[in-house]
């Protein structure tokens, strides 16, 4: 918990405004970014995100300071996410779409000097996003906590609520999964 | 160790999740076997590849829509975190949110209503899949756009959609709520009818008015919402899927099966995914609500009065038309008129939602409470709605029957034959169903099974109430906006 974002809760407590959107401002991206692998879906991303910083400040009066600010908005936006799966009403808007949107385009140095290199790079991330796509969420929900939020496994647990040894077995074969999607997809592309 | 146990601790190594021992049972094996140090070094790169993936940046609006939110009084699920309040105030914060999917049950009956219903079935699923927070405003363009554009229409539905009156759509800013609410100086019980002052918008004209909600549980609201739409069998247009996800698609079955942890967020999460229902509310009951008092305090009463506490016999109400009253209490059916709204001076008042008799769906609901030293996490409501083949039911029933009343609660409502049954040595369960409607066919039905209902519930009927009570220590609730009383009446001080 950083002193800034004591600073700001506590600001916001008093009805200041102005502070909490200084916290929407600091974690949004990082929010946003993890929820569209998430859902899939940037429009999904955007409203669970919003729906989750304004659940964050209804409840900011509850939130101890125990963990980050982040991990608590985290959990909250989790499980919003999980209702929004629920819902699945909307056709989704890809990543790719999402980046068009948002103007994001794939950070590697090297793409701007070689266009060639750049487009290679891009088919990668693609291939990438896809079999991430393609897991079931119980194995894609994991692997990204894990590698997108740096999350330890205890904090998986406790998230997805369920044990350690099943984090641990989830993880490892979301990580095979996806090694064998990528692999099929080289195949693929090299015949 | 085997070959299969190191092969999965080796994702465990890369994350740095081993104990000493693991750790040096796989740093010994990886330097004997080379294909484990290919295996490590692919899973190595995926787990590289998956962290260069590109984050996109939230959208340019993204703060500003939040805090436009906190702004906007309706749209406001709590009046700010710093305010300081009562311990189960805490609760009461959730209830202006709770009032936006009270809303949202009101207008989703009216959109099911059949003659309008194909017209309105965009409108309805606009404003399901808009932000929650947008929903009741743009239920309410909605609403003005389909009055305006229907004349047009050649399409005869869409012009019996035109020739209904229009829906007023009252916005009552969540202060407001929660001051009433604070009022009560505990969180009102399930079926208690609250009334809030507020104003409506009549042309440049405000107008004071003093809107009507009934507390309902919002499980049984849920569950009554998926039963009717299955029934209805309204589908997206885009999609032909459902509108609310069931799961099972025979529309002949309507199954609903809720494992609710008494964990909040999980219990909000599994809730908040049905469109109709965007906030919940939690009470515990132990300690919020008396058990062996469910009900509100005398309503007649001049205390109650002066804090807008109404009982549903009030002139107020059997003047207005009621568009759906659902009283989740059994105790609280004896409350509701006894006869069809008679036309008063509020007869101009639209009503907003036809018939109810769709709710009335026969089921069986069958609630386990929790085990008494479970652990929170072991603590969960296993509550059921099950519709199921008319050559089950008996048998369902006489399965029923069998689970001890101390650890389950029953209630086999049927429609056509008008009545209401309870399991034997039970009174009118909570979650009993009424209605009361506008429509005289219905409410004659609504108006039989509530004779019944009287009829069969036992003297012991309150005691059994309250070992439901005492039996769930958790309960969610919304607030069911029921009408919009007119500006005649002066507003409740």
């Known amino acids: 918990m950083t002193s800034d974002d004591s600073r700001l809760i506590e600001a916001a407590l008093t009805g200041n405004r102005d502070a909490f959107g200084e916290l929407v401002l600091k974690y949004q991206d990082r929010l946003y970014g993890t929820l569209v692998h998430l859902l899939g879906s940037a429009d999904d991303a955007r409203d669970v995100g919003q729906d989750a910083f304004l659940l964050a400040y209804q409840k900011l009066r509850t939130f101890r300071q125990e963990s980050s600010f982040y991990v608590w908005l985290f959990r909250i936006a989790y499980h919003a996410a999980i209702s929004s799966r629920r819902r699945k009403n909307r056709p989704k808007l890809s990543l790719d779409e999402a980046r068009e949107r948002a103007g994001i385009e794939p950070e590697d140095e090297r793409a701007h000097s070689d266009p060639e290199r750049g487009l290679q790079v891009e088919e990668a991330q693609h291939q990438v996003q896809q079999a991430l796509a393609e897991l079931s969420p119980e194995f894609r929900d994991v692997i ?38 990528l692999t099929k997809a080289m195949e693929r592309e090299q015949k | 160790m085997s070959e299969k146990d190191i092969q999965e601790l080796l994702s465990a ?42 984050r996109p940046c939230a959208p340019a609006n993204f703060r500003t829509g939040i805090l436009e939110r906190l702004d906007r009084p309706v749209v406001s699920l709590s009046s700010g975190p710093g305010r300081p309040s009562p311990p189960w105030m805490s609760y009461a914060a ?80 969540p202060e407001e709520i929660r001051r009433k609410i604070e009022e009560l100086q505990r969180p009102p019980a399930r079926g208690n009818v609250i009334q809030v002052p507020s104003r409506m918008m009549s042309g440049e004209e405000e107008i004071p ?77 132990q300690s919020a609500i008396p058990a062996a008092e469910p009900a ?96 089950s039911r008996a048998e369902a029933e006489r399965d029923q029957r069998n689970v001890a009343p101390s650890r ?65 220590r958790f309960r969610a609730y919304i607030l069911l906006k029921q009408q919009t009383p007119p500006a005649t009446q002066a507003p409740q001080k």
């Open chain 1, 144 to 181: 990204i906590f894990k590698e997108m939020e740096g999350l330890a496994y205890e904090e998986i647990a406790l998230l997805v609520d369920c044990p350690i040894g099943t984090v641990r077995s989830r993880i490892h074969r979301a990580r095979q999964l996806l090694r064998e999607k």
């Open chain 2, 13 to 54: 190594y890369l994350d740095g999740e081993l104990s000493p021992e693991e750790k040096g049972a796989v740093e010994s094996r990886l330097e004997e076997s080379l294909e484990l140090r290919e295996d490590f070094a692919a899973l190595t790169e995926v787990s590289q590849q998956i962290r260069m993936l590109p």
């Open chain 2, 94 to 173: 959730r209830w202006s949110g709770a009032v936006a999917a009270g809303l949202l049950v009101m207008i989703g009956v009216w959109a099911l209503t059949p003659p309008g219903r194909d017209a309105q079935l965009a409108n309805v699923e606009k404003a399901a899949s808009a932000p929650a927070a947008d929903r009741v405003l743009m239920t309410n363009a909605a609403q003005d756009s389909s009055a305006e554009s229907a004349p047009s229409e050649s399409d005869a539905r869409l012009a019996m959609a035109a020739s209904e009156p229009p829906v007023h759509v009252v916005n009552v800013s």
């Open chain 2, 209 to 285: 008015i003093v809107v009507v909600f009934t507390v309902v549980d919002v499980m049984e609201a849920m569950n009554q919402m998926q039963v009717l739409v299955q029934r209805e069998q309204v589908r997206s247009r885009r999609t032909r899927e459902p509108i609310l996800m069931n799961q099972q698609a025979d529309p002949q079955l309507t199954a609903v099966t809720l494992e609710l942890s008494t964990d909040g967020p999980e219990m909000a999460a599994i809730l908040n995914g049905v469109p109709a229902v965007d906030a919940v509310m939690f009470v515990d009951n």
């Open chain 2, 296 to 391: 509100s305090p005398d309503p007649l009463s001049p205390e109650a009065a002066s804090m807008g506490l109404a009982a549903s016999e009030r002139p107020i109400l059997q003047n207005a038309p009621a568009p759906v009253t659902i009283h989740s209490d059994g105790s609280n059916v004896t409350n509701v008129p006894s006869e069809a709204p008679t036309p008063g001076p509020l007869a101009d008042q639209p009503a907003p939602v036809a018939a109810s008799a769709e709710f009335a769906q026969t089921q069986t609901r069958t609630f386990v409470p929790p085990e008494p030293n479970a652990s929170p996490m072991q603590q969960r409501f296993n509550f059921q709605t099950l519709a199921m083949p008319v050559e």
């Open chain 2, 408 to 472: 389950s609660m029953t209630m086999m409502q049927k429609t056509e034959g008008r009545e209401v049954s309870a399991s034997p040595n039970r009174s009118q369960a909570p979650g009993a169903l009424a209605e009361s409607t506008s429509d005289p066919m219905a409410t004659e039905s609504a108006q039989s099974r509530k004779n019944v209902a009287r009829q069969e519930s036992p003297p012991g009927g309150d005691q059994q109430s309250a070992d439901w009570n005492d039996s769930r």
